[in-house]
């Protein structure tokens, strides 16, 4: 028996896993072309330092070195820094003082790993000796390190007066002062939501070559975003977009990182372009640890103010946020636009103040990472509830309960005028705690348990614009998408979706995505924006594919065109078993002289938000500090679930995530800039037996702004992870008789271990 084509809602099996398991996948590294040339980079070992010779001659004379380029080089082929993505304040449209960032760096260095040459050879063993044979004389200087007082210190940029790349205060400041006047109490927090790296599987790379047909030059990534790489590679080598074309085909993780261009990526296409051969580069997992755009790395104070009944007065935030040393992609966008879309979270909060800057560092760019913005909101907000609700001595989830946003309120929109299409907090709330309940959690004599909560809300989107193309021949349509599959399954959810809006099967679809030539636009991934942005997009274009095909089939079905229906991919002549499917209506058109091929091209003009309530239970070993996740409970409401199993696998890898920054995942630099945490001896990744298994559920409400109903799955662990375990381990604390303080860094043994030793 003939099983049905899986459809929206369905739990279908991963039709990509077949030949990905099988080792069938077109990573970069698999890609063989023949004479590829391989670069390499020589990188800075200073943070901060003046650059006064660069002697190149002996590595340029090394046999099989065909290219040694300094930034005087890159003047010649008229090659442009990067610049970043977001340039503006959303809110404001006030300018971000930013310079530029350099494909090499010219007099100076300002972060370990900056690039200083970039060198092309046979094979990648000689560019790499030819790079240590290349001499540098720097004089170093003091590294700006201390993001406390980064504004305060020399700057790093002339064009960047006192490191300040955006200052910004938004919120009611005097009602706010008012509120915080006449409260009952007062908590406060100071925190450090710190510098993480996203650690895809696959390191970054490029391959580069001109291609023969079309004078195109083809770069090819490990990428979230061609469209992106594709402008800003083309403007920093002075073409139009049409002269470059990327393909990212297989794609082994992202997280964030891969959204925006590197320096090496330019560098890469524009040796293959000077040399009219193929270039290769490929990083290095320890050059990814110090040069890979890491994540996070705020500074927060804030405090909140409740009344007698533990209802929220208002929120007070102090932040700072480190760009690194160059503003790179969205970086500041993260504090104007997703740092402010919710800045009271779920909740009913009276009034509030925010005040922000973002300074540059001597440490290696910020990018973003998973919850970008609403991770760093999130944290303080429900690290300030917990401590409320033991200072009050009031129940967690009661305090919570007494001032979340209700089911009945929505739509609800925000002071920031940000609205909130749907959602019931409180039945997620409700169903952890019931869950919570019913846990039987077993510990040794010498641990101690605690547990934390933590709601989140997160805004989807990302580029507000997207694109997607039908086209159909005898026997299939061919559905072409400017989103981007990096490991999420959009291979099989897609199908899903364009199964249940055109009725043929997974078989007839052939999806294309991630090359430039095949779509002129997208939007790529990010921002949980994949489905939410092509499904819709999806839909429109269906519903222009069956108007168009509707008379045609009306004629083929010799019936009035109001008889006809389009019902599960075939047009019927109601009340009949008359029926022709959708392929062969779009064989009849063409024959005809017409298409039913439709491109559509959606510009979004609201944002999705799932939202959810996490809860962590951890163990804490009061001889040795050690800290176990005993258990870790969702109810999350990611709209309508395309493919629910795929929601679950995403759930637990950005649950994963979230732990493991709050026990394990820390980038650290010393005092001079160098990085302490370089490979993975040093930067702890989690590993299964880090984790228990998930307890995940799911109470989904319907979103309103997109015709499909979904809402973005791909980060709500990452950040709602972090305050739930930094809340049970603060509850841990507490039981054990410890004020609980504010936690910075990872919860490491020895950091929790001294801290039971103060009592």
Not at 51 to 61: F, G, H, K, T, Y
Request: proline share 5%; net charge negative.
């Amino acid at each position: 028996m003939t099983q049905p084509a899986p459809r929206i809602g369905d739990r279908a099996t991963r039709l990509e896993d077949e030949r990905l398991v099988r080792g069938r996948g077109q990573y970069l590294e698999d890609l063989q072309i023949g004479g590829c040339l391989h670069a390499v980079v020589l990188r800075s070992p200073h943070a901060h330092a003046l650059i006064s010779r660069i002697d190149v001659e002996r590595a340029r004379s090394m046999p099989g070195v065909v290219l040694v380029w300094t930034a005087e080089d890159l003047d010649g082929c008229g090659i442009k820094p990067l610049l970043p993505s977001a340039r503006v304040n959303a809110y404001t449209n006030q300018e971000f003082v930013f310079d530029a960032m350099p494909a090499l760096a010219r007099d100076k260095v300002r972060y370990v790993g900056e690039g200083i040459a970039w060198v092309v050879a046979a094979d990648v063993e000689t560019a790499r000796d030819a790079a240590e044979a290349i001499a540098v004389d720097y004089t170093p200087l003091p590294a700006v390190m201390n993001l406390a007082s980064a504004t305060e210190t020399p700057a790093i940029s002339d064009d960047v007066p006192d490191n300040c790349c955006l200052a910004w205060n938004f919120g009611d400041h005097a009602q706010t002062e008012d509120a915080f006047a006449t409260a009952t109490h007062v908590v406060s927090v100071s925190l450090h939501n710190h510098r993480i790296a996203a650690q895809p599987m696959e390191n970054r790379a490029a391959l580069a070559y001109p291609a023969m047909d079309d004078g195109q030059l083809v770069l090819r990534l490990a990428s979230q975003n061609v469209h992106v790489m594709r402008d800003d590679v083309a403007r920093s080598l002075n073409l139009p977009s049409s002269g470059v074309r990327v393909i990212a085909e297989d794609v082994g993780g992202g997280f964030g990182s891969r959204n925006f261009p590197y320096q090496e990526y330019v560098l890469t296409a524009a040796a293959a372009r000077e040399l009219a051969q193929p270039v290769r580069w490929v990083n290095e997992r320890t050059e990814g640890c110090a040069t890979d755009h890491p994540s996070r790395d705020v500074q927060t104070d804030a405090s909140l103010a409740l009344d007698s009944n533990g209802q929220f007065l208002g929120l007070r935030v102090r932040s700072r946020f480190n760009a690194g040393a160059y503003m790179t992609g969205v970086a500041c966008g993260v504090p104007t636009f997703q740092y402010a879309a919710a800045p009271t979270s779920v909740y009913l909060i009276g009034t509030f103040a925010v005040d922000l800057d973002v300074a540059l560092t001597n440490t290696t760019p910020i990018g973003v990472t998973r919850g970008p913005g609403f991770a760093e909101t999130i944290d303080p907000i429900e690290r300030l509830i917990d401590k409320a609700a033991r200072v009050m001595q009031i129940d967690r989830f009661e305090l919570r309960r007494r001032n979340v946003v209700p089911a009945s309120m929505m739509p609800w929109t925000n002071a920031m005028g940000t609205t909130f299409d749907s959602g019931d907090f409180a039945a997620c709330l409700a169903h952890v705690e019931q869950r919570l309940r019913d846990l039987d959690v077993a510990v040794s004599e010498h641990e101690v348990t605690g547990v934390g909560i933590a709601c989140h809300i997160k805004g989807t989107g990302g580029s507000p614009e997207e694109n997607i193309s039908f086209a159909f021949d005898d026997e299939q349509v061919i559905f072409t998408t400017g989103t981007q599959a990096i490991g999420q399954g959009h291979e099989t959810s897609f199908r899903q979706i364009v199964t249940s809006l055109l009725g043929v099967t997974a078989e007839q679809i052939v999806y294309q995505a991630g090359d430039t030539n095949k779509i002129p636009k997208g939007g790529g991934h990010g921002s949980s924006r994949a489905t939410f942005m092509a499904s819709t997009a999806m839909s429109r274009a269906a519903d222009i594919v069956v108007e168009k095909a509707l008379p045609i089939a009306a004629n083929m079905l010799e019936a009035d065109i109001t008889d006809v229906e389009f019902v599960d991919g075939a047009f019927v002549v109601v009340g009949t078993d008359r029926s022709f499917p959708l392929l062969a209506v779009a064989t009849e058109a063409r024959k005809q002289g017409q298409s039913l091929d439709t491109y559509y091209h959606f510009e979004r003009d609201a944002l999705t938000w799932p939202n959810g309530c996490h809860a962590a239970v951890v163990a804490l070993d009061q001889d040795t500090g050690r800290v176990r996740l005993l258990h870790y409970l969702t109810a999350d409401d990611h709209g309508v679930m395309v493919n629910p199993m795929l929601v679950e696998g995403q759930s637990h890898g950005a649950i994963m995530q979230g732990v493991s920054q709050a026990l394990l995942e820390q980038l650290q630099y010393d005092q001079s800039g160098q990085l302490l945490t370089g490979s993975y001896m040093d930067y702890a990744m989690p590993r299964a037996d880090d984790l228990p298994e998930f307890d995940t559920h799911f109470l989904p409400t319907r979103c309103t702004t997109n015709p499909v109903g979904v809402k973005g799955a791909g980060e709500p662990g990452a950040i709602a992870g972090y305050p739930a375990v930094a809340n049970a381990i603060a509850d841990a604390l507490h039981q054990h008789g410890c004020e609980e303080g504010d936690f910075r860094g990872i919860a490491s043994s020895q950091a929790i271990w001294e801290r039971l030793r103060e009592h």
